[in-house]
């Protein structure tokens, strides 16, 4: 069973507008991490933001925020304000246990263009 | 040089080839990773390296034969590749166990193709 799923293939947004990205998880474990990652044409995986699952608030950075609702096993991504140099790939990914070494589980991914 | 760097960016290599991807970070991460990122498929994770030591290795054939000499640098040693290896070869790294939210750092990657 898959444990990230993302089920936005891609999605066009107009600048400026907000755009919301999907990703819901499965574990059982009740010490997990999530991530998102942005991944532009040139390849390089960049890191965005970070929620514990013991955080009670949403993270949030700069133009991006975390939605999560632990109960639904939700994390969407919300980019406020998108901007032409948001176009990439997004990519949801889970830690399960709480060792910062532990591998991380990607999702497929979202392609996001933002429309002029 | 800051961040994680990778060389070379781009390897052409026939199936009779031997050759190396390398990996290096400037971060004073512990923990360290290989990832194959092909078309249309999620990125699957190879190795991992914690403390120069292997602790994950998913699966992987024994074509791909990983080496951390130390916590800064990591090698990926091929040979006989199959022509489905053309790929992304992605390396990361982390904070060591108990640091750190355990977010991984990306390197730019290696565009390998395998003839």
């Known amino acids: 069973a898959q444990k990230i799923t993302q089920t936005q293939p891609g999605m066009f947004v107009q600048e400026k507008e907000a755009v919301t990205l999907d990703c819901t998880y499965d574990?059982?474990?009740?010490?997990?991490?999530l991530f998102w990652y942005k991944q532009p044409s040139s390849g390089e995986m960049i890191f965005l933001i970070y929620?514990?699952?013991?955080?009670?608030q949403n993270a949030t950075e700069g133009r991006y925020s975390l939605n999560f609702q632990k109960a639904r096993k939700s994390a969407n991504l919300v980019i406020s304000a998108s901007q032409l140099g948001d176009s990439a790939m997004y990519f949801c990914?889970?830690?399960?246990?709480?060792?910062?070494?532990?591998?991380?589980?990607f999702g497929s991914g979202t392609r996001l263009s933002i429309r002029p | 040089e800051t961040g994680v760097t990778q060389t070379p960016r781009h390897l052409v290599m026939g199936m009779t080839n031997k050759k190396s991807l390398k990996c290096e970070q400037h971060?004073?991460?512990?923990?360290m990773y290989w990832y194959k990122q092909s078309a249309k498929k999620p990125l699957e994770l190879m190795f991992v390296?914690?403390?120069?030591?292997?602790?994950e290795n998913n699966s992987v054939p024994s074509r791909f034969s990983p080496e951390c000499p130390n916590s800064s640098h990591l090698f990926l040693h091929l040979h006989t590749l199959q022509p489905e290896d053309s790929a992304l070869y992605l390396c990361?790294?982390?904070?060591?166990?108990?640091?750190?939210?355990?977010?991984?750092?990306f390197g730019p990657g290696t565009r390998l193709t395998v003839l």
């Open positions: 990914a889970m830690r399960e246990g709480d060792s910062s070494a532990s591998k991380i589980i």
């Open positions: 971060l004073g991460h512990n923990a």
């Open positions: 929620q514990g699952s013991y955080d009670q």
């Open positions: 990361a790294s982390s904070q060591a166990a108990g640091q750190g939210a355990g977010e991984q750092f």
């Open positions: 574990t059982s474990d009740p010490s997990y991490g």
């Open positions: 390296y914690n403390f120069k030591e292997q602790t």
